[in-house]
């Protein structure tokens, strides 16, 4: 990781990565509101969180600087292959068009991949590592999240997507 982007996202309050010792788990989101958003990718298309409701939303935050993310993504690409409902919105913290649309260039990705310039939008959601993902029922509202990287793979895809359709009472996804 460059250790200017360090530096840049230490002073803005995210940490480089998330550090954890025990396997990553989705857990219970907090249940304070997360505001609704419109982004704009790298070649400025805009897109409304609100867009997708109705439809279970996994909203994942990340960097192209950090190495769990860049492992990341290509299972988050997966999931989105095997999802029916559920759609998946990348968020990129704090980075440059540029340096994003060059990374996009190197793996493409088949999801928005949003920029949040100013960490405005990771801001109000409380992010405070990368990657963090908040997995959002059918009404859009948080139910699950976690602070590290998760294993997508392993994911029972339509028993979340039923899970969350039903207002996400139950939450049928394991945790390695």
Same mark, same amino acid.
């Given at each position: 990781? =460059?250790?200017?982007?360090?530096?840049? /996202?230490?002073v803005l309050g995210v940490s480089a990565f998330a550090q954890s010792e025990s396997p990553p788990? +989705?857990?219970?989101?907090?249940?304070?509101?997360?505001?609704?958003?419109? %982004?704009?990718?790298?070649?400025?298309?805009?897109?409304? +969180?609100?867009?997708? *409701?109705? $439809?279970? &939303?996994?909203? *994942?935050?990340?960097? #192209?600087?950090? !190495?769990?993310?860049?492992? !990341? %993504?290509?299972? +988050?690409? $997966? /999931?989105?292959?095997?999802?029916? #409902?559920?759609?998946?919105?990348?968020?990129?913290?704090? @980075?440059? !068009?540029? $340096?994003?649309?060059?990374? +996009?260039?190197?793996? =493409?990705?088949?999801? =928005? &991949?949003?920029?949040?310039?100013?960490?405005?939008?990771? $801001?109000?959601?409380? &992010?405070?590592?990368?990657?963090? #993902?908040y997995i959002l029922d059918a009404r859009l509202q948080p139910r699950l999240f976690v602070e590290?990287?998760?294993?997508?793979? @392993? &994911?029972?895809?339509?028993? %979340? @997507?039923?899970?969350?359709?039903?207002?996400?009472?139950? *939450?049928?996804? =394991?945790?390695?």
């Amino acid at each position: 990781m =460059p250790i200017a982007a360090a530096v840049v /996202l230490n002073v803005l309050g995210v940490s480089a990565f998330a550090q954890s010792e025990s396997p990553p788990r +989705l857990i219970a989101a907090p249940q304070d509101f997360k505001p609704a958003f419109t %982004l704009e990718d790298s070649d400025r298309v805009a897109t409304a +969180l609100n867009d997708l *409701h109705g $439809r279970p &939303v996994i909203v *994942h935050f990340f960097a #192209t600087w950090c !190495e769990p993310c860049r492992v !990341e %993504l290509p299972a +988050l690409q $997966r /999931l989105a292959e095997r999802a029916g #409902t559920l759609r998946v919105l990348t968020i990129s913290v704090a @980075e440059p !068009e540029a $340096r994003v649309r060059t990374f +996009l260039d190197k793996m =493409p990705l088949h999801f =928005p &991949v949003l920029l949040d310039r100013d960490r405005s939008v990771a $801001r109000f959601w409380n &992010v405070s590592a990368l990657p963090t #993902t908040y997995i959002l029922d059918a009404r859009l509202q948080p139910r699950l999240f976690v602070e590290s990287d998760y294993p997508w793979d @392993e &994911v029972d895809v339509p028993a %979340l @997507e039923t899970s969350l359709s039903n207002g996400g009472e139950q *939450h049928a996804v =394991p945790s390695p």
